[in-house]
């Protein structure tokens, strides 16, 4: 079994505030191989976009308080001069960001921001790079990449802005890949060509890529590992095939319960998680679930008082919840599963 390329060993990144501290990312462990890809997926708040920006070495310095290690080959990330990991993005890690618009450059040419991040890790003329640029534009099916690369992002598309952006994550030929919801606000046609571009493009460099959403049908696209994000921790890590088909975290079954299925003809309505995700700054006490989970009570007050361990429950499969195992599996077999 190959070394893990990526690997984040007990993350905790917390942000001071007035009202109290933040704890955006709290004791979070993953790893990722190159050639694979782990999908991040959990409702708005769950930590997954810090968890990202804390990798690539994004967040303002002296914003947040950074703990754990950040392992990229085996190089420590966190602590590192930022000037040493600005010369590592770019080259061997890159990001597809959330929002096109407003990370590219509105005052510069796609072209010239493609040139220049090409430029910061490759001693070539202007020239050589903006050969390559119209040659990365036409790999993501830019259309007339030779004109389109003198045009400003707002002249593009929305779904021609976010294959631009991949065309500047991937002009250097980076080993990890993040993309962090990387269909958000395009068409489901787009989104198809978007993830098939991901991939076709994953398999040629053999990156190891980490795909955030909250749309479970993308990881389900795309997706070789799941790691399931509550509160800033993770409450569930499985393949892809297991979260689908036997997942055993009251919170996932809840995501998969809200998710509407083309594969099956579904009699009911589909059941939305209830209540909301909590506060970062007063997380609840034990497992940070317990106020909407409908099977807290079987387990007395373990569920407010004490936090739940991440531990294997077999074969690899992770999860961090009071329940016993009998209980997960009757729970599954006679509740969860029929209605899915």
């Not at 590192?80 to 770019?90: E, Q």
Request: overall charge negative; aromatic content about 6%; hydrophobic content about 40%.
């Amino acid at each position: 079994m190959s070394s893990p390329f990526l690997e984040v060993k007990n993350l905790r990144v917390h942000f001071p505030t007035d009202d109290g501290v933040v704890k955006s990312v709290d004791d979070l462990s993953f790893s990722v191989e190159r050639g694979k890809t782990l999908g991040i997926v959990g409702e708005s708040g769950s930590g997954k976009s810090v968890t990202s920006l804390s990798v690539m070495g994004l967040h303002k310095q002296g914003s947040a308080d950074i703990s754990g290690q950040i392992l990229l080959d085996g190089q420590d990330l966190v602590g590192m001069d930022p000037d040493a990991v600005r010369r590592l993005r770019g080259k061997r890690m890159a990001m597809i960001f959330q929002d096109p618009l407003s990370a590219m450059h509105p005052f510069y040419t796609v072209g010239a921001q493609i040139v220049e991040a090409y430029r910061i890790h490759n001693r070539v003329s202007k020239s050589v790079a903006r050969k390559h640029a119209i040659d990365m534009l036409e790999r993501v099916g830019i259309p007339n990449p030779r004109s389109r690369v003198d045009d400003y992002p707002h002249q593009f598309s929305g779904g021609m802005r976010q294959r631009a952006m991949i065309a500047m994550a991937l002009s250097c030929d980076p080993e990890l890949l993040i993309a962090d919801e990387p269909t958000t606000a395009l068409d489901v046609t787009v989104q198809a060509q978007i993830l098939d571009l991901i991939r076709d493009l994953q398999r040629e460099f053999d990156s190891a890529v980490v795909i955030i959403t909250h749309d479970l049908g993308v990881v389900a696209e795309l997706a070789d590992d799941i790691m399931v994000m509550y509160a800033g921790r993770a409450v569930e890590r499985a393949t892809a095939e297991e979260i689908f088909n036997a997942p055993q975290h009251p919170y996932t079954w809840g995501l998969l319960g809200s998710m509407p299925r083309l594969d099956r003809e579904r009699s009911e309505r589909l059941q939305p998680i209830p209540g909301s995700p909590p506060s970062l700054i007063n997380v609840p006490a034990g497992c940070p679930f317990n106020p909407r989970c409908a099977y807290d009570s079987l387990n007395g007050d373990l569920s407010t008082t004490e936090r739940p361990q991440f531990r294997d429950v077999g074969g690899g499969h992770h999860i961090a919840c009071h329940l016993t195992a009998d209980e997960r599996t009757r729970i599954w077999d006679t509740e969860i599963r029929p209605k899915l």
